[in-house]
């Protein structure tokens, strides 16, 4: 059974830090990838950044440089550290295992069909 649990969202101020974190219950981190998705409000869902076990990272364009991805195979954990945020960065983010579809350019999506509750980051004055 596959159970997500994203926390550590919060309220903070443009310029400011928060660090998310994903317990991945179920999934075996030698087989899939593990990404961060968010969803603002009126937006669709998106990737944002991805780790695989051997090491590979992608980050989307908008969060390349100030976001920073990564985990812990043994307690089935994934990080994202999330530096100058900015108000565009107010979402709802979700873990998951993930693979990336062959569309140009490629496409990181939910391979499990299956979301936690996620967690709200909102940035704002």
């Known amino acids: 059974e596959v159970q997500l649990v994203e926390s550590g969202g919060e309220l903070v101020q443009p310029g400011g830090s928060l660090r998310l974190t994903c317990t991945a219950s179920g999934v075996d981190f030698d087989l899939y990838a593990m990404g961060w998705f968010r969803q603002a409000p009126g937006k669709e869902r998106e990737g944002v950044t991805s780790?695989?076990?051997?090491?590979?990272?992608y980050y989307s364009d908008s969060v390349k440089g100030r976001f920073t991805i990564s985990s812990d195979s043994a307690k089935n954990t994934v990080y994202l550290q999330m530096n100058n945020l900015k108000p565009e960065d107010t979402a709802v983010y979700y873990c998951?295992?993930?693979?990336?579809?062959?569309?140009?350019?490629?496409?990181?999506?939910?391979?499990?069909?299956?979301w936690g509750q996620g967690t709200q980051v909102t940035v704002a004055a």
């Open positions: 780790i695989s076990s051997d090491g590979l990272i």
């Open positions: 998951a295992p993930i693979v990336f579809l062959q569309t140009v350019p490629p496409k990181m999506i939910n391979v499990l069909h299956v």
